[in-house]
Nanobody, 125 residues
Framework: VQLQASGGGLEQAGDSLRLSCTAS????????MGWFRQAPGKERDFVAAIKWSSGTTNYADSVKGRFTISRDNAKKTVYLQMNSLKPEDTAVYYC???????????????????WGQGTLVTVSS
C-alpha cells in the first residue's frame, strides 16, 4: 500500500483545512486508516482513524468535535476535515494504514504498517 498525503498549509487560528490521503496498491476493505501528527520535538500522536469497510471512527480527545475523518471508496481517499484550528494543532500530519486493527488499538502507531510522507500544518495565533 502506498499513501500520499496532501493538503497542509499555513492557517490562522479558527480557520479550517482539509487533508487528503490517497491510497494505491492493495484492496483496502480490511484496513484501518489513521491520521497521526508530530510536532517539533514531540512524539507522534494519534489524531483520528476510520475503518474502511464499516466507517467506524475514533478520535483523540484533543480533536473531538473539531476534526472529522471520512473516506471516499471510489477515490480510495481518506480525508481529515479540521475546523476551529488552534496553534497547538501545528504539526506534520501523517496518514497510515493497517490491516486487521482492533478498535482499542486504533490509536497506536505500531498498529499501522504503511505510512505516508507527511504534510505540514502550521496554525498561527
Amino acid at each position: 500500500v502506498q499513501l500520499q498525503a496532501s493538503g497542509g498549509g499555513l492557517e490562522q487560528a479558527g480557520d479550517s483545512l482539509r487533508l487528503s490521503c490517497t491510497a494505491s496498491g492493495r484492496t483496502l476493505s480490511s484496513y484501518v486508516m489513521g491520521w497521526f501528527r508530530q510536532a517539533p520535538g514531540k512524539e507522534r500522536d494519534f489524531v483520528a482513524a476510520i475503518k474502511w469497510s464499516s466507517g467506524t471512527t475514533n478520535y483523540a480527545d484533543s480533536v473531538k468535535g473539531r476534526f472529522t475523518i471520512s473516506r471516499d471508496n471510489a477515490k480510495k481517499t481518506v480525508y481529515l476535515q479540521m475546523n476551529s484550528l488552534k496553534p497547538e494543532d501545528t504539526a506534520v500530519y501523517y496518514c497510515a494504514a493497517g490491516a486487521g486493527i482492533i478498535y482499542s488499538a486504533y490509536g497506536l502507531a505500531r498498529s499501522y504498517m504503511y505510512w505516508g510522507q507527511g504534510t505540514l500544518v502550521t496554525v498561527s495565533s
